[in-house]
Protein backbone atom coordinates (compact mmCIF):
# COMPACT_ATOMS: atom_id res chain seq x y z
CA UNK A 1 0.00 0.00 0.00
CA UNK A 2 1.63 3.67 -1.17
CA UNK A 3 1.17 6.54 1.59
CA UNK A 4 -0.10 9.37 -0.28
CA UNK A 5 -0.07 12.87 0.97
CA UNK A 6 -1.85 15.89 -0.35
CA UNK A 7 -1.11 19.58 0.95
CA UNK A 8 -1.21 18.37 4.59
CA UNK A 9 -1.81 21.22 6.91
CA UNK A 10 -2.36 20.95 11.10
CA UNK A 11 -2.62 24.21 13.03
CA UNK A 12 -2.13 24.63 16.63
CA UNK A 13 -3.71 27.85 17.78
CA UNK A 14 -2.30 30.44 15.29
CA UNK A 15 1.40 27.87 14.73
CA UNK A 16 1.60 25.70 11.62
CA UNK A 17 2.89 22.86 12.85
CA UNK A 18 2.31 21.23 9.41
CA UNK A 19 2.12 23.60 6.07
CA UNK A 20 0.71 22.49 3.13
CA UNK A 21 3.12 20.08 2.33
CA UNK A 22 2.46 16.60 -0.11
CA UNK A 23 4.62 13.45 -0.69
CA UNK A 24 4.07 9.82 -1.38
CA UNK A 25 6.16 6.57 0.07
CA UNK A 26 5.94 3.91 -2.36
CA UNK A 27 5.12 0.36 -1.46
CA UNK A 28 8.54 -1.76 -0.69
CA UNK A 29 10.04 1.88 0.18
CA UNK A 30 11.66 2.48 3.26
CA UNK A 31 11.15 6.37 3.85
CA UNK A 32 13.33 8.30 6.54
CA UNK A 33 11.75 11.15 7.51
CA UNK A 34 14.22 14.01 9.06
CA UNK A 35 13.55 17.07 11.12
CA UNK A 36 14.61 19.08 13.98
CA UNK A 37 12.77 19.15 17.24
CA UNK A 38 9.01 20.32 16.24
CA UNK A 39 9.40 20.60 12.85
CA UNK A 40 6.38 18.48 12.59
CA UNK A 41 7.29 15.21 12.06
CA UNK A 42 5.40 13.50 14.43
CA UNK A 43 2.08 15.40 13.87
CA UNK A 44 2.48 13.82 10.39
CA UNK A 45 2.88 10.68 11.29
CA UNK A 46 -0.05 10.76 13.83
CA UNK A 47 -2.19 12.31 10.95
CA UNK A 48 -1.28 9.65 8.74
CA UNK A 49 -2.63 7.03 11.16
CA UNK A 50 -5.34 8.81 12.03
CA UNK A 51 -4.91 9.43 15.73
CA UNK A 52 -5.54 13.22 14.97
CA UNK A 53 -7.17 15.11 11.93
CA UNK A 54 -5.78 17.76 10.02
CA UNK A 55 -6.89 21.38 9.35
CA UNK A 56 -6.50 20.74 5.55
CA UNK A 57 -5.30 18.29 3.01
CA UNK A 58 -5.95 15.03 2.80
CA UNK A 59 -3.86 11.04 3.33
CA UNK A 60 -4.55 7.67 1.07
CA UNK A 61 -2.92 4.97 2.83
CA UNK A 62 -3.57 2.27 -0.37
CA UNK A 63 -7.34 3.45 -1.16
CA UNK A 64 -8.24 4.47 1.71
CA UNK A 65 -9.24 8.01 2.77
CA UNK A 66 -8.24 9.39 6.69
CA UNK A 67 -11.49 11.15 6.66
CA UNK A 68 -13.78 8.35 5.18
CA UNK A 69 -12.16 4.96 5.91
CA UNK A 70 -9.87 5.39 9.32
CA UNK A 71 -11.20 2.11 10.40
CA UNK A 72 -9.66 0.31 7.60
CA UNK A 73 -6.50 2.60 7.42
CA UNK A 74 -5.83 1.41 11.65
CA UNK A 75 -6.48 -2.08 10.47
CA UNK A 76 -3.55 -1.76 7.92
CA UNK A 77 -1.15 0.41 9.71
CA UNK A 78 1.65 -1.08 12.38
CA UNK A 79 2.61 2.19 14.47
CA UNK A 80 5.65 2.43 16.70
CA UNK A 81 5.29 5.56 19.06
CA UNK A 82 8.60 7.35 20.03
CA UNK A 83 7.47 6.36 23.86
CA UNK A 84 6.74 2.72 23.18
CA UNK A 85 3.44 1.98 25.27
CA UNK A 86 4.10 -1.48 26.52
CA UNK A 87 2.83 -3.02 29.79
CA UNK A 88 5.86 -4.20 31.66
CA UNK A 89 4.30 -6.19 34.24
CA UNK A 90 3.05 -8.60 31.61
CA UNK A 91 5.16 -11.29 30.39
CA UNK A 92 6.01 -10.76 26.83
CA UNK A 93 3.75 -13.71 25.49
CA UNK A 94 0.50 -12.62 27.29
CA UNK A 95 1.65 -9.27 25.90
CA UNK A 96 1.69 -10.61 22.45
CA UNK A 97 -1.72 -12.84 22.78
CA UNK A 98 -3.49 -9.42 23.89
CA UNK A 99 -2.45 -7.32 21.34
CA UNK A 100 -3.51 -9.89 18.69
CA UNK A 101 -6.75 -10.54 20.47
CA UNK A 102 -6.93 -6.51 20.34
CA UNK A 103 -6.09 -6.74 16.21
CA UNK A 104 -8.97 -8.79 15.55
CA UNK A 105 -6.67 -11.97 14.70
CA UNK A 106 -8.51 -15.05 14.33
CA UNK A 107 -8.03 -17.30 17.52
CA UNK A 108 -7.18 -20.44 15.77
CA UNK A 109 -4.48 -18.13 14.26
CA UNK A 110 -3.18 -16.19 17.44
CA UNK A 111 -0.40 -18.89 18.40
CA UNK A 112 1.21 -19.20 15.20
CA UNK A 113 1.23 -15.18 14.83
CA UNK A 114 2.77 -15.04 18.54
CA UNK A 115 5.34 -17.30 17.54
CA UNK A 116 6.37 -16.00 13.99
CA UNK A 117 6.95 -12.73 15.59
CA UNK A 118 9.15 -13.98 18.50
CA UNK A 119 10.85 -15.28 15.85
CA UNK A 120 11.36 -12.54 13.31
CA UNK A 121 12.02 -9.99 16.66
CA UNK A 122 14.48 -12.12 18.34
CA UNK A 123 12.80 -12.56 21.62
CA UNK A 124 13.01 -16.36 21.90
CA UNK A 125 14.98 -16.47 25.02
CA UNK A 126 12.82 -13.51 26.52
CA UNK A 127 8.98 -14.87 26.21
CA UNK A 128 8.25 -15.64 29.55
CA UNK A 129 9.32 -12.95 31.21
CA UNK A 130 8.20 -9.67 32.14
CA UNK A 131 8.45 -6.43 30.02
CA UNK A 132 9.85 -4.38 32.72
CA UNK A 133 12.80 -7.09 32.92
CA UNK A 134 13.92 -6.81 29.36
CA UNK A 135 16.70 -4.37 28.26
CA UNK A 136 15.36 -1.32 26.24
CA UNK A 137 16.66 -3.20 23.05
CA UNK A 138 14.31 -5.67 24.09
CA UNK A 139 11.69 -3.92 24.55
CA UNK A 140 12.08 -2.19 21.54
CA UNK A 141 11.57 -5.77 19.82
CA UNK A 142 8.72 -6.07 21.77
CA UNK A 143 6.95 -2.96 20.35
CA UNK A 144 8.20 -3.95 16.77
CA UNK A 145 6.18 -7.24 17.41
CA UNK A 146 3.14 -5.57 18.70
CA UNK A 147 3.07 -3.51 15.64
CA UNK A 148 4.12 -6.67 13.01
CA UNK A 149 1.42 -8.89 14.68
CA UNK A 150 -1.07 -8.46 12.42
CA UNK A 151 0.62 -8.43 9.61
CA UNK A 152 0.25 -4.69 8.41
CA UNK A 153 1.03 -3.38 5.05
CA UNK A 154 2.11 0.31 6.08
CA UNK A 155 4.95 0.70 9.51
CA UNK A 156 4.96 4.19 11.11
CA UNK A 157 7.91 4.34 13.12
CA UNK A 158 9.14 7.21 15.54
CA UNK A 159 12.55 6.96 16.35
CA UNK A 160 12.45 2.83 16.42
CA UNK A 161 16.29 3.18 17.80
CA UNK A 162 15.80 5.80 20.09
CA UNK A 163 17.78 4.78 23.88
CA UNK A 164 19.38 1.74 21.93
CA UNK A 165 23.44 1.00 22.17
CA UNK A 166 25.15 0.45 18.96
CA UNK A 167 24.72 -3.23 19.07
CA UNK A 168 20.98 -3.15 19.66
CA UNK A 169 20.74 -0.44 16.82
CA UNK A 170 22.23 -2.12 14.08
CA UNK A 171 19.98 -5.13 15.25
CA UNK A 172 16.80 -3.12 15.00
CA UNK A 173 18.34 -1.02 11.66
CA UNK A 174 18.30 -4.80 10.16
CA UNK A 175 15.05 -6.48 11.06
CA UNK A 176 13.60 -2.92 9.38
CA UNK A 177 15.46 -3.58 6.59
CA UNK A 178 14.35 -7.32 6.19
CA UNK A 179 10.93 -6.31 6.96
CA UNK A 180 10.73 -3.26 4.41
CA UNK A 181 11.42 -5.19 1.73
CA UNK A 182 7.74 -6.15 1.59
CA UNK A 183 5.86 -3.03 3.37
CA UNK A 184 5.72 0.24 2.96
CA UNK A 185 7.71 1.84 5.64
CA UNK A 186 8.07 5.79 7.36
CA UNK A 187 10.70 5.82 9.78
CA UNK A 188 11.49 8.95 11.66
CA UNK A 189 15.17 9.56 13.57
CA UNK A 190 17.13 11.72 15.07
CA UNK A 191 20.53 9.45 14.29
CA UNK A 192 21.15 10.69 10.63
CA UNK A 193 23.95 7.75 10.11
CA UNK A 194 21.11 5.50 11.21
CA UNK A 195 19.03 6.75 8.52
CA UNK A 196 21.40 6.81 6.01
CA UNK A 197 21.61 2.93 6.48
CA UNK A 198 18.48 1.90 6.75
CA UNK A 199 16.40 3.99 4.25
CA UNK A 200 15.93 4.18 0.47
CA UNK A 201 14.72 7.56 0.64
CA UNK A 202 15.10 10.90 2.39
CA UNK A 203 12.64 13.58 3.06
CA UNK A 204 13.54 16.32 5.54
CA UNK A 205 10.90 18.41 7.20
CA UNK A 206 11.81 21.87 8.69
CA UNK A 207 8.90 24.56 10.58
CA UNK A 208 6.15 22.13 9.26
CA UNK A 209 7.10 22.67 5.10
CA UNK A 210 9.47 19.92 3.24
CA UNK A 211 13.06 21.25 2.89
CA UNK A 212 14.68 18.31 0.94
CA UNK A 213 13.41 15.13 -0.63
CA UNK A 214 16.17 12.51 -2.48
CA UNK A 215 18.27 9.35 -1.86
CA UNK A 216 21.31 10.57 0.53
CA UNK A 217 23.44 10.79 -2.50
CA UNK A 218 21.15 13.23 -4.51
CA UNK A 219 20.77 15.26 -0.98
CA UNK A 220 24.50 15.38 -0.76
CA UNK A 221 24.88 16.64 -4.33
CA UNK A 222 22.85 19.60 -3.60
CA UNK A 223 25.76 20.60 -1.56
CA UNK A 224 28.42 19.64 -4.07
CA UNK A 225 28.74 22.96 -5.31
CA UNK A 226 30.74 23.83 -2.28
CA UNK A 227 33.97 23.05 -2.05
CA UNK A 228 35.32 21.77 1.36
CA UNK A 229 38.90 21.21 1.78
CA UNK A 230 41.01 20.48 5.00
CA UNK A 231 44.28 21.95 4.53
CA UNK A 232 48.00 21.81 6.58
CA UNK A 233 50.18 24.72 6.49
CA UNK A 234 53.74 24.66 8.23
CA UNK A 235 56.02 27.58 8.91
CA UNK A 236 54.13 30.17 9.82
CA UNK A 237 51.71 31.61 12.84
CA UNK A 238 48.36 30.40 12.75
CA UNK A 239 46.53 33.65 13.26
CA UNK A 240 48.71 34.95 10.22
CA UNK A 241 47.40 31.66 7.78
CA UNK A 242 43.99 31.97 9.26
CA UNK A 243 43.49 36.10 8.11
CA UNK A 244 45.67 35.51 4.80
CA UNK A 245 43.29 32.43 4.09
CA UNK A 246 40.07 34.59 4.60
CA UNK A 247 41.39 36.92 2.06
CA UNK A 248 41.99 34.46 -0.99
CA UNK A 249 39.28 35.27 -3.30
CA UNK A 250 37.25 31.93 -3.86
CA UNK A 251 37.62 31.06 -0.06
CA UNK A 252 33.89 31.78 1.38
CA UNK A 253 34.69 30.20 5.19
CA UNK A 254 38.00 29.36 6.99
CA UNK A 255 37.47 27.45 10.33
CA UNK A 256 40.61 26.24 12.51
CA UNK A 257 40.55 21.76 13.02
CA UNK A 258 39.81 21.47 16.50
CA UNK A 259 42.64 19.67 18.02
CA UNK A 260 44.85 20.06 14.89
CA UNK A 261 47.73 22.97 14.87
CA UNK A 262 47.69 24.84 11.98
CA UNK A 263 45.27 22.69 10.43
CA UNK A 264 41.94 24.55 8.72
CA UNK A 265 38.68 23.55 6.94
CA UNK A 266 38.14 25.79 3.62
CA UNK A 267 34.82 26.40 2.21
CA UNK A 268 34.78 28.10 -1.22
CA UNK A 269 32.59 29.83 -2.71
CA UNK A 270 29.79 28.19 -4.65
CA UNK A 271 31.16 26.66 -7.99
CA UNK A 272 34.51 28.07 -7.51
CA UNK A 273 37.82 25.83 -5.86
CA UNK A 274 40.44 27.43 -4.29
CA UNK A 275 43.04 24.60 -4.68
CA UNK A 276 45.26 26.79 -6.75
CA UNK A 277 45.19 29.31 -4.85
CA UNK A 278 45.82 28.49 -1.74
CA UNK A 279 48.83 26.46 -3.20
CA UNK A 280 49.72 29.92 -5.23
CA UNK A 281 49.17 31.70 -1.42
CA UNK A 282 51.69 29.33 0.35
CA UNK A 283 54.79 29.72 -2.46
CA UNK A 284 54.04 33.43 -2.19
CA UNK A 285 54.43 33.05 1.90
CA UNK A 286 57.20 30.72 1.87
CA UNK A 287 54.62 28.44 3.86
CA UNK A 288 54.85 24.28 3.50
CA UNK A 289 51.46 23.31 2.46
CA UNK A 290 51.32 19.42 4.39
CA UNK A 291 47.92 18.73 3.76
CA UNK A 292 45.35 19.52 0.81
CA UNK A 293 42.39 16.99 1.21
CA UNK A 294 38.61 17.20 -0.29
CA UNK A 295 36.27 16.54 2.71
CA UNK A 296 33.24 14.74 1.72
CA UNK A 297 29.66 16.44 2.32
CA UNK A 298 27.94 14.73 5.15
CA UNK A 299 24.29 13.87 5.44
CA UNK A 300 24.60 16.21 8.59
CA UNK A 301 26.38 18.80 7.20
CA UNK A 302 23.28 18.77 4.36
CA UNK A 303 20.70 18.66 7.32
CA UNK A 304 22.19 21.54 9.09
CA UNK A 305 22.28 23.75 5.67
CA UNK A 306 18.55 22.91 5.51
CA UNK A 307 17.05 23.42 9.06
CA UNK A 308 19.70 26.38 10.82
CA UNK A 309 17.03 28.69 9.12
Known amino acids: MDIVVENLTKKYGAQRAVDNISFRVKTGEILGFLGPNGAGKTTTMKAITTYLTPNEGNIYVGDYSIYEQPDEIKKNIGYLPENNPLYSDMPVIDYLKFVAELQGIEKSKIKEKILEMINVCGLEGEKHKKIGELSKGYQQRVGLAQTLIHDPDVLILDEPTVGLDPNQIVEIRELIKKIGREKTV ?84 PELSSRKSIFKLCVDKGWYLTEMTPVETKLEDVFRELTMN
Open 186 to 269: LLSSHILAEVEATCDRILIINKGKIVADGTSKDLRKQSEGKEILKIKIEEGDKNDIFKALQEVETVGVVDFVTGEDNSFEIQSK
